[in-house]
């Protein structure tokens, strides 16, 4: 959400947003791109402004970030000792 309001004070301001690994994101990321894409459809819809499609790759960034985090943490191993007699 953080991303999404800079994004939006920035697109007021027009001060645009470059991401030069956008290309990189779409190719290597299609799943996270898209929805991205979905996501920033909503909100261009929502708020009334254009999204770049850097800024769309910015948010696919933090999208991929959160499933990583999620999922890094739902795959720990959980260990109980037991005592040895």
Do not use: W
Not at 56 to 71: D, N, P, R, V, Y
Request: glycine share 2%; charged share 20%; hydrophobic share 40%.
């Amino acid at each position: 959400m953080v991303h999404v309001e800079s994004m939006y004070l920035r697109f007021l301001n027009g001060i645009p947003a470059r991401n030069l690994s956008t290309l990189n994101i779409r190719i290597e990321y299609p799943i996270l791109f898209d929805m991205s894409v979905y996501f920033c459809s909503i909100l261009s819809d929502r708020l009334n402004i254009t999204i770049s499609e850097d800024e769309t790759s910015f948010i696919a960034l933090h999208f991929g970030s959160f499933i990583e985090q999620k999922s890094s943490a739902d795959c720990k191993i959980k260990l109980n000792t037991v005592p040895i007699q």
